[in-house]
């Protein structure tokens, strides 16, 4: 069996993590009357607030946590797979984790993927962020084994880095996502070249729930979640920054056909990089 029907949770997660957790919740079983199989939703899905003090309120540890415990509930009621893109945690050595999890129809977490690379950025508009003041990095890329096929985690920023991706398609890999809450200055720039250029180099699906509009620390995300085919084209987008959903078909046997066109994955070859003796000698 290698077709299922997945959905992208749009949220607007504010400060209050009992209501994200709803809305969340709301959209979820929409998405599931609508027949999806595997629903992802964005990063910071349980709460997204710019104050690390008001962050550290919010949150507790994953053992305690009364949102990834709700949603396991609701993945066992409703025998689907829900991928949280990301939740804030509390570590055990008190720092905070930017934590994505995949929960089985059985409502047993089945994996867990802390975002690798920080946004650390000066952005052109005066923003600011500096995410590696409140979160600790991940050192691992997740797969994951769905029964339609392998899963890569990765997280929003990640997106930037190829190689994660590259190396979660060379290691099985037909379905890769990116479940984000993209600026919106960044995202009317880059946001579908990105998701769809990871898409086009790796043969495979690509899956990103988006957080979307003016939140209410201030920031504003840019929302168009979206599901991105093999050969590169948009197969399903929410066209705006409001809180909804969508839902594509995916068969996997589309990523064998783009890999077999053009064998990316196989025609690589190892490389050095030129110039270092003449570099050295210049210094």
């Not at 709803?22 to 929409?30: D, F, G, M, V």
Request: charged content about 25%; some cysteine; glycine content about 8%.
């Amino acid at each position: 069996m290698s077709v299922f029907k997945a959905a992208c949770i749009q949220l607007r997660s504010g400060k209050s993590a009992p209501e994200n957790i709803a809305q969340a919740e709301t959209l979820i079983r929409s998405a599931a009357r609508e027949g999806a199989h595997y629903v992802q939703t964005p990063e910071m899905t349980n709460v997204l607030v710019r104050s690390r003090d008001e962050l550290l309120e919010q949150i507790t540890l994953e053992a305690e946590d009364p949102s990834l415990a709700r949603f396991r509930g609701v993945a066992k009621e409703l025998l689907l797979w829900i991928h949280l893109g990301s939740l804030a945690i509390l570590r055990d050595d008190g720092k905070v984790a930017n934590r994505g999890f995949l929960i089985a129809p059985d409502g047993e977490v089945t994996a867990r993927y802390d975002k690798i690379h920080m946004f650390d950025v000066d952005l052109p508009n005066g923003e600011s962020w500096r995410e590696s003041a409140t979160y600790e990095p991940g050192l691992v890329a997740e797969i994951v084994d769905l029964p339609w096929g392998k899963l890569g985690m990765a997280v929003c920023y990640d997106v930037r880095f190829p190689s994660i991706f590259r190396n979660q398609a060379k290691a099985g890999a037909k379905i890769l996502t990116m479940p984000a809450a993209f600026t919106r200055q960044t995202g009317e720039a880059h946001w579908h070249v990105l998701q769809r250029a990871r898409a086009i180099e790796n043969g495979a699906f690509v899956i990103s729930a988006a957080q979307g509009g003016t939140h209410e620390d201030g920031r504003e995300t840019y929302g168009h979640s979206l599901i991105v085919d093999p050969w590169g084209a948009v197969i399903a987008e929410l066209d705006h920054d409001e809180p909804g959903f969508v839902s594509a078909e995916i068969n996997l046997e589309d990523a064998a056909k783009a890999r077999s066109r053009i064998p990316v994955l196989l025609n690589e070859r190892p490389f050095g990089i030129g110039g270092q003796e003449r570099l050295e000698m210049s210094e």
